[in-house]
């Protein structure tokens, strides 16, 4: 890690500035490695009444990873010693005592799609499945404040709680289809589920105008909470209800972690002009940590099956 002072500077600025609060016991530095290898600093909170431990991430508080470069440590000291203020003030008495075993966190385990590709050396700690070129990967829930939150679920935790992929996947399946209800509707009725990325600067859709010129509906399917909602289209029986409601089966384009595209089929043919579609998208507007895949895939209700074009 490089800049080590600079760190050890603000962890000690931030243990300063919040001395005798929070029943707090250290700051440390924490190199996180995130969805498609992105690696990001933190600062580990540690309280004597909390086995959770925050992190907070300055590269997100000042949307730029080479904040080091910018600011000086006061500065960021000052920066993350707030955000943790505000990801505390809505943390109860449960939470708070809430210990880290498979009992009390079996029903906050969610899964998420994430790119196989980009996520090699992340998923030979974890276990996953693999499904076509991506992978399902598990995480344990928390809502800090008003924010999401998630832990991911090593091959450590999986063993300390002695599970295994399976036992993942159906109490995640369960959770989500329960707590994560879909969200299907026309991409421009839920435009505003684009506009902001937890690790970038507020973002825009790209002009839709060539698309509306060509004449084809777009649907976007995420979840109530737009949190890993590309992996909604994995709920028993969704994608035929799909199926089912359009009268033909679909497309879908990976907008990012957090939400799909659906196409119906039979409003287009050019497979080349939906992967231009994706890829221009996957360049323009979506974040590092949130890329999903530049494939397009299609939905087969006779096979009821997903498959990469």
């Given at each position: 890690m490089e800049n080590i002072n600079y760190y050890e500077t603000i962890c000690n600025l931030i243990s300063e500035k919040l001395k005798g609060e929070y029943n707090l016991e250290s700051v440390s530095i924490h190199e996180s490695q995130k969805n498609n290898d992105i690696k990001m600093i933190g600062f580990v909170f540690r309280m004597s009444d909390m086995e959770i431990m925050p992190c907070i991430y300055p590269g997100r508080i000042f949307k730029r990873e080479d904040f080091a470069e910018i600011y000086d440590e006061q500065t960021v000291a000052d920066k993350v010693a707030e955000s943790f203020i505000e990801s505390m003030k809505n943390i109860g008495s449960i939470e708070r005592k809430r210990s880290f075993t498979l009992e009390e966190n079996k029903d906050k385990i969610i899964y998420s799609l994430i790119s196989l590709e980009r996520n090699e050396n992340l998923l030979r700690k974890c276990p996953?499945?693999?499904?076509?070129?991506?992978?399902?990967?598990?995480?344990?829930y928390y809502r800090m404040n008003d924010n999401n939150a998630s832990v991911l679920i090593d091959n450590g935790i999986a063993a300390l709680w002695r599970v295994?992929?399976?036992?993942?996947?159906?109490l995640a399946i369960e959770n989500m289809t329960r707590?994560?209800?879909?969200?299907?509707?026309?991409?421009?009725?839920?435009?505003?589920?684009?506009?902001?990325?937890?690790?970038?600067?507020?973002?825009?859709?790209?002009?839709?105008e060539e698309t509306c010129q060509r004449g084809f509906p777009m649907y976007i399917l995420t979840n109530n909470k737009g949190y890993f909602g590309a992996g909604t289209i994995l709920y028993k029986e969704l994608?035929?209800?799909?199926?089912?409601?359009?009268?033909?089966?679909?497309?879908?384009?990976?907008?990012s972690v957090n939400e799909i595209i659906i196409i119906p089929q039979n409003e287009m043919e050019d497979v080349d002009y939906l992967r231009s579609i994706v890829k221009d998208v996957n360049e323009s507007v979506v974040s590092k940590t949130d890329y999903l895949s530049d494939?397009?895939?299609i939905y087969d209700h006779e096979s009821d099956s997903i498959a990469v074009v």
């Open positions: 996953h499945i693999v499904f076509n070129d991506l992978a399902i990967v598990f995480r344990v295994n992929t399976e036992n993942l996947w159906n707590d994560y209800p879909p969200v299907f509707d026309r991409l421009d009725n839920v435009i505003n589920l684009f506009m902001k990325r937890d690790d970038t600067e507020e973002e825009k859709i790209p002009d839709d994608a035929y209800s799909l199926y089912e409601k359009m009268g033909c089966d679909f497309y879908i384009l990976p907008s494939s397009v895939y």
